[in-house]
Structures are given as structure tokens and as C-alpha cells.
């Protein structure tokens, strides 16, 4: 079969990377892993190469010599080359959802569902309006879809159900350019291939193993306020992270994003660690408590320590 060229696939929110379907067209899921152990190393080593190529791509925009340049294009399309000989983001997709198996612990959403019970959210007339960031199914809330309208949405869309959208380029309130007149066209602000326009903000968000996977901190942090953005006041922002970037980072614990999430105006009503995830449920407060900037400060400085921070 001719491989088809997809659209260009945001990595991390500002470079895109093309992702060759010819390597795509070779996934199979006996590729994913030989074994659990070996899909997770190989998703581990996925997750390396998107924070080198953000690392590259920020260097690139702060080098100005031609020679540098050169070198760091060559570093990039080398990046770019293994995630795509890996199957790109779609072979990272469906390891990930692999990992999601009954087997292997379930998707997070099992943990939200009966948080959101506790807050009676259940027993309302009104259906919950769920955004959820980063779907890789569209049945993660099949079992409660008499009380959650789930929004499902993509970089890479895996199933004709879940919308291929930016979560960074969404935005709330105004008409889409399809109902617009060619008048209006003129002087739109927004780029509307890539704005997804929603006419209300959502009640509860999904950023579940979402915000990792952005390589560079300050896209993490915009992630965050993206996250503050798009919700109602006293909208739900459910974050899970794998724990080690909590617990095993020079940058960041509980403490730290704690005191993050409280600046950009989230209140925190849940939290609990397993072994990997670390899972947390906020209230937005309807709007942020101070200005305050979070750069990227060392709390812990033993070894063996990884290097995860967010930056607001
Ligand atoms: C590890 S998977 C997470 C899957 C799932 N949410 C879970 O909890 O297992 C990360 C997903 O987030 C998606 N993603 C990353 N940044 C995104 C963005 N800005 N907008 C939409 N999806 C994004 C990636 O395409 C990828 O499919």
C-alpha cells in the first residue's frame, strides 16, 4: 500500500515534526515490545528523544553562528529520523495504550471516576462536560456516559471518535470560520486550521500523562495555564504525572507543584501516589492568585536524580 503523508504533528507544542507513514505502516502491535518491560523501556527512550529535540530546538533559537546551526539541523533531523524509525508518535500511542491494558493497572480515568462520584457529580441532571487531553481511546468513560460528555481530543487522533487537536490551540467563545463570511475572514486574529473554537469553557479536564510528555518546561507550564484557561469557575482539573517526576526530581515534588498549581489559581482536592503515577484532582478558583513566576529551581541536589521540571 502507498503511504500516505500525514500533516505535519505538533511534538511539543511548538516545533512540528512530520512523521513518516511508511515507518508508521510497519507497526504492528507484535512491534510494540517484546514484553512489558521492553514496551515501557522503549516508551522511556520515545520520551528522551522529544526532550532532546525540544532541547535542540530551543538552542536553535537562541544560536545565531551558521556553523552551529548546521549542526544542530543535523542533531535535529537525526532525532527526528529515530523517533520516525520507531514508528513515531503513533507507534508511541499505541504502546501507550497497551499500557492502559486491565492488565497492566487500567487508564487513569478509573481513579477520577469515583472522585468525581464523591462530589455528587454523578446525581446532577446536567452531564459533566469532560475535556479529556491526550486520548488514546474514546470508551476511557464509555461506562459513564449517562452523567460525562466526553470531549476526547488528539495530536494524532487514533479513532474516528477523538477530535486531531492542539490542546494549546484551543480556544473559548468564538464562531468557526466555516459560519464566518469572507469578510470577516480578513481580519481574523486566529490561524482557524489550527483553532479549535468552543462556544463554553469545560467544567473538568483531563491532563492524564499529558503535560510529560512535552519536552520543554515552559510548554508544561503554558500546558497549566492553558488547563485555567479553557475551564469554568470551579471546573475540575484532574493531573496525573508519572511519579518519578515528583518524587525522583532535582526540580520538582509535591510541595513545589503544590505551590504552582495554587498561583495559577487551583485549589487541590485530592491527591494520591501509587508506585508509578502520581495522581491529582484541583478546583480552578475562577481565576489566578498571583503573578508570581516559577523558574526552574534545584531542591534536590544528590544524584540519581532526574531533571523533570514545569515552569510557569
Ligand atoms: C502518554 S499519552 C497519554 C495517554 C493517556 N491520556 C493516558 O493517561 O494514558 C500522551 C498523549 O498526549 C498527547 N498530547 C501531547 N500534547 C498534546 C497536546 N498539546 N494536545 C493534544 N494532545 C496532546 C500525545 O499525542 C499522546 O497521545
Redesign the pocket.
Known sequence: MEPVALPPI?ID?QQKVTIDTAALSAVKLGKLGKSSVDTRRRINHFHTLIKRYSKLESHKQTTSAADDLDAINSQIAQVSREMTEMGG?DW??KA??L??CKQRGG??SRWLVPQLQELGLDKREKKLRLL?????SSRNYEKERRWIDVVP????SQEPGIYQ????DIKIGRVEKAEQTSAEDDDDEFDNDKVQLFESPFEAI?L???VN??GDPGRRGD?LRQAARLLTPDGLLFL?LPRSCIANSRYLDDERLLAIMECLGFVQLQSHHTAKLAHYLYRFTGSSASNESFKKKLLYSEGGRNNFSIVI
Open positions: 505538533h507544542g508518535l508511541y500511542q501507550s495504550l499500557g492502559q487508564d487513569t479529556e487531553v491526550g486520548a488514546l481530543i488528539d495530536l494524532n487537536q492542539d490542546f494549546l483531563s492524564s500523562l499529558v510528555f512535552i500546558m496525573v
